[in-house]
């Protein structure tokens, strides 16, 4: 287990090639054990890059190195394609490190900014967290033509 000081903890965006490299490097080392099957090397490596390319990728980095990554992607609600939402791709840290909260709370800031609602599903715990829900929510709405 690592222990590190919550407030070394520095959130960041990833933007390089070399941000890729440590994030695929980092999911493929702390997130197999708990996949539902292998990880194939060329699928993964390329929705990384996707990710870090078009969509949002955040990396927590302490001591100069990496111990936290979530990738954030916009979706459209089934129901209506005109509105979406944010959904983590991935969302792990080193386990002892503090740096899930940093990352969700940078995350949190991303909906409020954009007006999105956040989805974090966490695997581990079987759950589904909405943060930043819409005012709409729970009310009957029907779209017309």
Known sequence: MVSIARNSIV????????????????????????????????????????????????MAIADGRLVGTLGLVRAPFWWNNKLAFLANRWFFALPGSHAGK???????AIARESELELHIFDERRERLMIYNK????????????
């Open 11 to 58: 959130v960041r965006y990833a933007e390089s090639d070399d941000d890729v490299i440590a994030i695929h490097r980092f999911l493929c080392v702390v997130a197999a054990p708990g996949l539902p099957g292998p990880i194939d090397g060329q699928d993964s490596a390329r929705e990384v890059w996707r990710v870090v390319t078009h969509e949002v990728a955040l």
């Open 134 to 145: 819409s005012k709409n929510r729970g009310a009957a709405h029907v779209l017309r033509q």
């Open 102 to 108: 940093p990352l969700l709370k940078e995350a949190r």
